[in-house]
């Protein structure tokens, strides 16, 4: 982590909301993904702060949305309120960079990156709301890289557009984007199934993300014999079925399906580190690569008495 | 109405959206706005088009979140994903116009407006969620400002904006769509108390229209006894309370609370039609002059026996 790219991200959240009634709760990984890839290829990161922090915005937006959609209670409407509010902020914040010298060309062309990229993720979770096992593996990768590696991805691309990068450079920022955000769903994922299962349960939130199909239950469901195929399919059609998660797990560790799925996060994970060759060598390239382990790491050590 | 241009509007949805599904049900106010302001500037509406179009995007997307914030029930996922998918397209829309020949600092302008309006909504929807009798006519003409007029204004402006229109003749025309909206609102608002009752209660909206406080009701207050106020005030509290609108329309007809408000609409019809005179004159600024009368004439004329 750049602590000085990070602090600027910190204090520039803090003098627009001081309030902290929407101070960013996330881990900035957005804006910091917006700034490294724009100096990755020589760019301003003052003059594209606005659109740094403004990414910081689609995501708590979106995290609002997502509540609202998986909660089955009646939403509250200030959250739908400010929900969109913040899917308004990002693009206000973008058009100050124009105020701060980025050529309007560039901004006009993170605009469209920034409206695709909030349309690809209403299809990811239209995809989500109707996955079922047999979307299979091909299903699963589409929903994600539509609702999660697409915002990844898209910062980075405008931090490379707004910055004047070549096409060739855009690419590889966009593509690295997509291997990180593939990555991190994956792995995100597997938190449900490495953690000890009552701390799961503790949460209160356990059975909502598993009931959410996820890989290792897809990858579980493919490798295991038809009578635990029968039962996954049980588990998830009922309305409710208090040892749905220890069963689930259950399952799934028998079948190593957290494993084949560490691996995969591997492979997309090491396709992201890859593709930065492209860029000229420089501390911000090895820190967006870094990220793809960061991200790792936040993973709890209690995974490692899964896949071995 | 330009019959060619709605024409050319309808055409352009129907092309962008072939299945229906999100087709516009509105009246296309919001994209003949953008188009016959460009227009009387000298504007060229095929460029623009995409932008025009847009607006009713977010017009469309304003009326789902409208229902899902004023309905109890439980929202529909699809909706919010709808919603938001809407907001997004008014965006990507307008991001088209920089291939159609518009130069992008008019576009960065015109993202500006439409974030800075986006937001403008949300805060009139806070309001009007917040509303009750002691916010007084200030505080309902600072929310229908917000909620209705900033975004016929914003279409304005972008119509003039992406046209290269002179500052002077965009204030003139964002004036003319504030006045335009906040007419149209409180025509909108008169129009429960002056259909017939039964018409109203027929139609199971009646109850959820009259609770959401509204300018008759407020002005009714303001002219009433102190008997009055206090049974308004009680109709307004009771959870339940079947025989709230006949109750109200007996108030608020009895102060002519609905002659008052008719004449503040006219008022700002008046002055609508009056700052269009800043513009050069032409067919089109003819047109949006007629938009203040036009939207008057779909107030059913019922409304005679009210306040004549």
């Given amino acids: 982590m750049n602590a000085d790219l990070a602090d600027m991200v910190v204090r520039e959240c803090g003098r627009r909301w001081p309030r902290g009634a929407t101070q960013?709760?996330?881990?900035?990984?957005?804006?910091m993904l917006v700034l490294e890839s724009a100096m990755a290829v020589g760019g301003d990161p003052v003059r594209i702060l606005p659109a740094a922090v403004g990414f910081e915005c689609s995501h708590v937006g979106g995290l609002v949305q997502e509540e609202l959609i998986h909660r089955a209670v009646s939403p509250a409407a200030d959250a739908i309120v400010?929900?969109?509010?913040?899917?308004?902020?990002?693009?206000?914040?973008?058009?100050?960079?124009?105020?701060?010298?980025?050529?309007p060309e560039r901004v006009t062309e993170a605009m469209r990156i920034q409206a695709s990229t909030g349309l690809d993720s209403c299809r990811g979770t239209e995809m989500e709301l109707a996955h079922t096992l047999h979307s299979g593996?091909?299903?699963?990768?589409?929903?994600?890289?539509?609702?999660?590696?697409?915002?990844?991805?898209?910062?980075?691309?405008?931090?490379?557009?707004?910055?004047?990068?070549?096409?060739?450079?855009?690419?590889?920022?966009?593509?690295?984007?997509?291997?990180?955000?593939?990555?991190y769903q994956i792995r995100e994922d597997?938190?449900?199934?490495?953690?000890?299962?009552?701390?799961?349960?503790?949460?209160?939130?356990?059975?909502?993300?598993?009931?959410?199909?996820?890989?290792?239950?897809?990858?579980a469901h493919d490798a295991a014999g038809s009578r635990?195929?029968?039962?996954?399919?049980?588990?998830?059609a009922s309305r409710s079925a208090p040892d749905?998660?220890?069963?689930?797990?259950?399952?799934?560790?028998?079948?190593?399906?957290?494993?084949?799925?560490?691996?995969?996060a591997e492979q997309h994970a090491a396709h992201a580190r890859t593709v930065l060759t492209a860029l000229p060598p420089s501390g911000h390239r090895v820190r967006l690569a870094g990220m793809t382990s960061t991200l790792n790491a936040l993973i709890p050590s209690s995974r490692r008495h899964v896949d071995g």
């Fill in 137 to 183: 593996l091909d299903g699963y990768l589409r929903m994600a890289r539509l609702k999660t590696a697409a915002p990844l991805a898209a910062a980075c691309r405008v931090g490379a557009v707004l910055s004047g990068a070549t096409p060739a450079q855009t690419n590889a920022l966009a593509e690295f984007g997509d291997g990180l955000g593939l990555a």
């Fill in 228 to 236: 635990d195929r029968a039962r996954i399919e049980r588990l998830l």
């Fill in 24 to 31: 960013p709760p996330g881990r900035l990984l957005r804006p």
């Fill in 82 to 103: 400010a929900g969109n509010a913040l899917l308004f902020e990002w693009f206000r914040a973008l058009s100050e960079c124009v105020d701060r010298g980025v050529p």
């Fill in 244 to 264: 749905r998660l220890p069963q689930l797990v259950e399952i799934v560790r028998r079948t190593d399906a957290c494993g084949t799925a560490m691996r995969m």
């Fill in 190 to 219: 597997l938190k449900t199934y490495e953690r000890n299962v009552e701390a799961v349960t503790r949460d209160g939130r356990g059975d909502v993300r598993v009931r959410r199909l996820s890989l290792p239950v897809l990858l």
